[in-house]
């Protein structure tokens, strides 16, 4: 028979509180690990609806829109009826070999990623342009919004879009812009714009011009 002396059953109700003790403590921590990652997923929903809204709240006015003709050389040719998926190719295959803005990286931007542009021109000093790229519904396009620090003020938006002209079938690219609160002068501003996009044109007819040509 075993000895059920008084320091036995002393150390028996100790270990039997014990494990009741971590009965109690094991689910509470649970619950407590859980209820935190509940509390930290409404705090980053609660974010992210206040940056929509904010986003939302921002009042646009169209500066610009304008359109024009992807060819390797204004003189020789009035348009060239390639493909908008041409455009879109080379493109992916080197982002900044045709897109003339300062800051623009090599490898096509993925969704949402923000790229340090910096606008400048003879006409007026750099600005800071900073943007984030986004797909858009065009199939053959997208569209930056200005980050905080754009000259254009947070919130703006242009958009791109390489189609072929109805009548001709000629390569064209649309690009069409809203602005928030701009720091320069609008004027100034659409001449920067007309011109970037315009050298845009140029670059990208030349790079096509040259899968086409064996001369190249």
Same mark, same amino acid.
């Given at each position: 028979m075993l000895n059920r002396s008084p320091l036995f059953r002393r150390l028996s109700n100790l270990a039997v509180a014990g494990a009741a003790m971590l009965a109690v403590l094991a689910p509470a921590g649970a619950a407590s690990a859980s209820s935190n990652a509940a509390v930290a997923k409404k705090t980053q929903a609660a974010v992210a609806e206040q940056d929509t809204t904010a986003t939302a709240a921002v009042k646009l006015r169209k500066l610009y829109d304008v359109s024009f003709y992807?060819? *390797?050389?204004? &003189?020789?040719? +009035?348009? !060239?009826? %390639? !493909? *908008?998926s041409e455009a879109i190719r080379e493109l992916k295959k080197c982002f900044n070999c045709t897109f003339p803005v300062k800051g623009a990286p090599k490898k096509y931007p993925a969704e949402n990623q923000? +790229?340090?542009?910096?606008?400048?021109?003879?006409?007026? $000093?750099?600005?800071?342009?900073?943007?984030?790229?986004? !797909?858009?519904? #065009?199939?053959?396009? %997208?569209?930056?919004? &200005?980050?905080?620090?754009?000259? #254009?003020?947070?919130?703006?938006?242009?958009?791109?879009?390489? +189609?072929?002209? /109805?009548?001709?079938?000629?390569?064209?690219?649309?690009?069409?812009?809203?602005?928030? /609160? *701009?720091t320069v002068n609008d004027s100034l501003n659409k001449r920067f714009a007309t011109s970037k996009w315009q050298e845009f044109a140029h670059k990208m007819g $030349?790079? +096509?011009?040259?899968?086409? #040509? *064996?001369?190249c």
């Open positions: 992807v060819k *390797p050389n204004n &003189a020789r040719f +009035i348009g !060239k009826p %390639w !493909k *908008p923000r +790229i340090n542009l910096k606008a400048c021109a003879t006409f007026f $000093v750099c600005k800071n342009a900073p943007v984030r790229y986004h !797909k858009g519904k #065009d199939k053959y396009g %997208w569209y930056f919004t &200005a980050e905080k620090g754009h000259f #254009d003020g947070a919130g703006s938006k242009v958009y791109f879009n390489f +189609i072929n002209e /109805k009548k001709t079938g000629y390569l064209k690219i649309h690009v069409w812009a809203y602005v928030a /609160k *701009p $030349v790079k +096509i011009n040259c899968n086409h #040509d *064996p001369r």
